[in-house]
């Protein structure tokens, strides 16, 4: 399993893939803001969702989970 953590803390905007989506390198996966800049959130390899673990509008701290690739 492969976890995709925040970079930094912030508020997440949008959330672009469910439980059961296949990803590709370089994908936005998760938008968030911090600072009022939006920061986008890629996979860094390709794969199948297994779990998000955050929604709309959750605050995330630097290193916090957001989801989990098989």
Do not use: H
Request: overall charge negative.
């Amino acid at each position: 399993m492969k976890e995709i953590k925040a970079a930094m803390a912030g508020t997440v905007l949008n959330v672009f893939i469910g439980a059961g989506d296949d990803v590709t390198a370089g994908q936005e996966v998760v938008m968030l803001e911090s600072m009022k800049m939006e920061i986008p959130v890629e996979a860094l390899e390709g794969g199948k969702v297994a779990e998000v673990k955050v929604n709309i509008g959750d605050f995330v701290n630097e290193g916090d989970v957001l989801l989990v690739m098989e």
